[in-house]
């Protein structure tokens, strides 16, 4: 069974300063892994996708690496800014018997001081 | 604009009310989910369905209903709603029925369900 970690649980960095949000995963046997963000009560947004094939996925200030042999994944935000305060979440789909479920990461709740 | 959209975005009801709350995505994705979100336990999914007409249960699907008629469109009903299903609820749909590695997920804003 797949298990997603993500490490730190909450972070509070100072506005401008770089930083990197880890995710784990126990089964490297993945396709592709997507980086999303979630305001307090609000949906999904997704940030990145980074398919098995791919070491890095850029978007703006945003970086993901994917390394599938270790199981790991970081999403490195540059430049930090109050707007990116939100909870994030990695997720990896699963495909089983005619089903593609995701299993998501346990979240990583940022604050940027001002 | 590419989305998917549900209705209502928040929602108070009472015990054994019939609801049912909408999903509808403009990108002609094949494959669709619904996934509810609470503390501590993160994501499941409820139900999916793999295009028109194929539906089957995910982790969570007791208590609730889909049907999905129409492409663009994937309903989630609760038929007699009990305070156990409190919770947040997300529509997510993809482009391919089958697994592929260029293909993220586009998740709805959420419906907000309170049952009393």
């Known amino acids: 069974k797949q298990e997603v970690t993500q490490i730190p649980a909450a972070l509070s960095v100072p506005e401008g300063e770089n930083l990197v949000l880890n995710c784990s995963f126990t089964?490297?046997?993945?396709?592709?892994l997507q980086w999303f963000r979630q305001d307090p009560g609000k949906g999904l947004t997704s940030l990145l996708l980074i398919q098995s094939s791919q070491r890095e996925q850029t978007s703006g200030r945003l970086n993901a690496s994917l390394d599938k042999s270790s199981g790991r994944s970081t999403l490195y935000i540059a430049a930090s800014q109050p707007g990116d305060s939100a909870t994030y979440l990695c997720?990896?789909?699963?495909?089983?018997?005619?089903?593609?479920?995701?299993?998501f990461g346990t979240g990583t709740r940022l604050t940027i001081i001002p | 604009e590419a989305q998917v959209t549900q209705n209502p975005r928040y929602l108070i009801t009472v015990t054994g009310k019939k609801l049912t709350v909408t999903c509808s995505q403009n990108m002609n994705h094949e494959y669709m989910s619904w996934y509810r979100q609470d503390p501590g336990l993160g994501l499941r999914q409820i139900y999916y369905s793999m295009n028109v007409e194929v539906t089957d249960k995910g982790d969570v699907p007791e208590g609730y209903k889909v049907s999905r008629k129409e492409k663009r469109n994937f309903p989630l009903i609760l038929e007699s709603p009990s305070p156990n299903q409190t919770s947040l609820y997300f529509c997510?749909?993809?482009?391919?029925?089958?697994?592929?590695?260029?293909?993220?997920?586009?998740f709805g804003s959420g419906t907000r369900l309170t049952v009393v």
């Open positions: 997720a990896v789909p699963k495909w089983d018997f005619g089903n593609e479920k995701l299993t």
């Open positions: 089964d490297s046997a993945i396709y592709n």
């Open positions: 997510a749909s993809t482009p391919a029925g089958t697994p592929s590695p260029n293909y993220g997920y586009t």
